[in-house]
């Protein structure tokens, strides 16, 4: 009898402790262990044997008992669970019990509930249990549930370290299901018991609390995306958490991802609030928003207005430098989670904001292509989904083709079917994409290799006024085919095309035409002898200047100090590359020429391609470009009647140049920008490039770029 005694005194100093719960359980518990104790004894052995054994029978008859209420029973529960009668899902089970013994309307039901959630006998992980189970039974909805939540963490005492503590045991514990932990997660996040960091260690300790086998955890998973009581916010960290603990793969996170959109109540409007919501928050990963994005436009509430919108402000939510930033947007543009097409969204979008220029713009395209998955088929399924896809633009789909085509994965064929499909898919005049798809249609007819073909098509289309649409095809069709309008060209890594030669030349050894600023003829005849045209007899001078018809280098009438009204960029008529070459050519701006100078290296050579020519050559230190150059010779300038070489390759840009330097407002009309190129000291192969002021008279050579 001494070992029963010991017994009952263990459970009454409990009962002492927690209350008139704690002396039911002691003694409901003393009632069916004590049986066992008497028939143990055998003989009149005063030390008896005592065997201890769960009677799950009898615990179940003492939660139905209805003279026993619900916090007394919840008592019960935990008390049988710190005895080892019952588990996690046994408990689950007695709480379900428990909750179903209630009588009552259900507002009395809910009465109770509350009752015991805001008691202080009950653990928190007991509590979150009972919440589950009134959720079960009916009499508690997802509102309800994240009062009943609130009330429960605002039951917890102590310090915030041991409130902290009390959410994490119960977000370990087996007692409540992942929805209620997901649940509780954010209310202690809102209730400042747990800072973001904490909260993501708290997802991680839910997810590592799931049983089972991996479908039955991901399940549990599923369920929790179609519960209304958590944000979508707290959705997509926990498949956040789901991914990076490999409970879910990109596919299934992606159909998570829906559940977790289409779990969304309330009007569209009301919805789009929740998922705008949720794409400015500060802890899910870009990639993750960009499938919460495209999975919202597929459930018809946001259009395309509204999908640039919240990837807007999905990248204005990234916190860190342009480089992080970046650098968020690489990680979701090679991610398995979206679509091309949202990823050529997010690129543009990028683009926009000012975290990718031009030349990021093709390596972040080129990214998107490499990171489709599945055989060649499936890939240029993607492709083809993409070129039909209205919020993206032309330019950026054709770069896509472009690229799909130079890779080898489009070929001649394909490449010119997406473009048609591209095309088509123009919400634009219909004028327009008809003439734009007839043009492609005749080319298409003519024999040939790609060059001949595309060439055909760019033929067709080169004198035709159809607007932009025609104008980015041509552009693309010349650039796959090698040339553009004729002229080839050389890419330096920022997606700026660089002719190889001059205008007037035929090979890049050539010194070609030289050319006043915003003239687009010489002023000669023939070059060697020079012959002048009429009224050119002083050569280049102010006097054969057409932009200063007084020749007195004081009165200029379109280009110049920008105070006088005056333009200060060439326009194409008066642009020298553009006018003679034709298509998209056109003379590189100052800000051109300086990004060559910090993105190439200039080397000097005496003898060209053994041509005998001496120049500078310009190659490109861009990663995956640097095999890419372009020479410039040293044709010098003409002043006057005189060609003075000096050993210099000078080229115009179209930029004209203040340089007033405190002189007076006249003289900064005379100046426009000219580089110079050289050797930067005799007897090396160092060379030298320079864009500085230059009296726009001059004759100088012209080197064409197009984009």
């Given at each position: 009898m001494k070992n029963i005694q010991n017994i009952m005194n263990m459970w009454f100093f409990r009962g002492r402790k927690r209350g008139r719960g704690g002396v039911v359980v002691g003694l409901l518990l003393f009632f069916f262990m004590a049986p066992l104790a008497f028939t143990a004894c055998d003989n009149g052995d005063?030390?008896?044997?005592?065997?201890?054994?769960?009677?799950?029978?009898?615990?179940?008859?003492?939660?139905?008992?209805?003279n026993q209420s619900l916090t007394e029973k919840m008592s019960l529960i935990e008390a049988a669970m710190a005895r080892g009668f019952a588990d996690g899902r046994e408990a689950q089970v007695l709480m379900q019990k428990a909750v179903s013994s209630l009588s009552g309307t259900l507002s009395e039901k809910l009465a109770a509930v509350e009752t015991a959630v805001k008691g202080q006998t009950a653990s928190l992980e007991t509590k979150l249990g009972l919440i589950d189970a009134a959720v079960t039974d009916g009499f508690a909805d997802s509102r309800t549930q994240q009062a009943l939540i609130g009330q429960a963490v605002a039951s917890l005492s102590g310090t915030?370290?041991?409130?902290?503590?009390?959410?994490?045991?119960?977000?370990?514990?087996?007692?409540?299901?992942?929805?209620?932990?997901?649940?509780l997660i954010e209310t202690a996040l809102k209730e400042g018991l747990a800072d973001d960091k904490e909260a993501q260690e708290l997802l991680r300790q839910a997810i590592g609390s799931l049983t089972g086998t991996l479908a039955e955890r991901l399940k549990a998973v599923e369920k929790a995306m179609e519960n209304q009581a958590s944000s979508l916010a707290a959705k997509l960290d926990l498949i956040e958490t789901a991914l990076a603990d490999r409970l879910a793969a990109n596919n299934e996170a992606v159909a998570l991802i829906g559940k977790a959109v289409a779990s969304l109540g309330g009007t569209l409007e009301e919805k789009l609030a929740a998922v705008d919501t949720a794409v400015q928050g500060r802890t899910t990963g870009l990639e993750t928003k960009l499938g919460l994005i495209e999975a919202a436009v597929r459930s018809g509430f946001a259009d395309g207005k509204a999908q640039q919108e919240l990837l807007q402000?999905?990248?204005?939510?990234?916190?860190?430098?342009?480089?992080?930033?970046?650098?968020?947007v690489e990680a979701a543009i090679g991610s398995q989670r979206t679509t091309l097409a949202s990823k050529l969204d997010l690129i543009e979008e990028a683009v926009r904001e000012g975290l990718a220029d031009s030349q990021k713009k093709q390596e972040l395209i080129a990214d998107a292509l490499a990171s489709l998955d599945g055989t060649l088929k499936e890939k240029l399924a993607a492709i083809d989904t993409a070129m039909t896809h209205q919020t993206d633009s032309l330019t950026t789909k054709l770069d896509l083709i472009r690229q799909a085509w130079a890779t080898g994965l489009a070929s001649d064929t394909t490449a010119i079917g997406l473009i048609k499909t591209a095309v088509a898919s123009l919400q634009g005049s219909a004028d327009e994409v008809a003439e734009a798809l007839k043009a492609i249609d005749d080319a298409l007819r003519a024999d040939g290799g790609i060059g001949q073909t595309l060439d055909n098509i760019a033929e067709a289309v080169r004198n035709k006024d159809y607007g932009k649409y025609l104008l980015a095809i041509t552009r693309t069709l010349w650039v796959m085919s090698g040339k553009i309008n004729g002229h080839e060209f050389v890419d330096l890594g920022n997606g700026l095309k660089w002719?190889?030669?001059?205008?007037?030349a035929e090979h890049p050894w050539d010194k070609g035409d030289y050319f006043a600023w915003g003239e687009t003829e010489p002023y000669y005849f023939k070059l060697n002898p020079l012959v002048w045209k009429e009224n050119k007899d002083e050569g280049y001078y102010w006097s054969s200047y057409s932009d200063n018809p007084s020749g007195d280098s004081t009165n200029f009438i379109k280009y110049g100090y920008y105070e006088y009204g005056l333009k200060t960029l060439?326009?194409?008529?008066?642009?020298?590359?553009?006018?003679?070459?034709?298509?998209?050519?056109?003379?590189?701006?100052?800000?051109e020429w300086k990004?060559?100078?910090?993105?190439?290296?200039?080397?000097?050579?005496?003898?060209?391609?053994?041509?005998?020519v001496p120049g500078v050559i310009v190659k490109s230190t861009v990663a995956g470009y640097t095999d890419h150059t372009i020479f410039f010779p040293t044709a010098g300038c003409i002043e006057r009647i005189d060609i003075k070489?000096?050993?210099?390759?000078?080229?115009?840009?179209?930029?004209?140049?203040?340089?007033?330097?405190?002189?007076?407002?006249v003289r900064t009309s005379r100046m426009a920008t000219?580089?110079?190129?050289?050797?930067?000291?005799?007897?090396?192969?160092?060379?030298?490039?320079n864009p500085g002021p230059a009296y726009r008279y001059r004759g100088a050579s012209v080197r064409p770029v197009s984009f």
């Open positions: 005063p030390e008896i044997d005592i065997t201890v054994k769960s009677d799950y029978g009898k615990i179940i008859e003492a939660i139905n008992n209805a915030l370290a041991e409130r902290l503590a009390a959410v994490e045991t119960a977000v370990k514990g087996q007692t409540a299901s992942l929805e209620t932990k997901l649940a402000k999905a990248l204005q939510s990234l916190d860190g430098t342009a480089g992080t930033k970046l650098a968020a002719g190889t030669c001059n205008v007037g060439l326009e194409p008529e008066d642009d020298a590359a553009a006018v003679n070459w034709g298509g998209t050519w056109r003379m590189p701006t100052y800000e990004w060559m100078e910090t993105h190439c290296t200039f080397t000097w050579t005496d003898n060209y391609e053994k041509t005998g070489i000096d050993n210099k390759a000078l080229v115009w840009s179209s930029s004209w140049c203040d340089d007033s330097n405190g002189e007076n407002l000219m580089v110079a190129m050289s050797q930067f000291n005799e007897g090396t192969d160092i060379g030298a490039m």
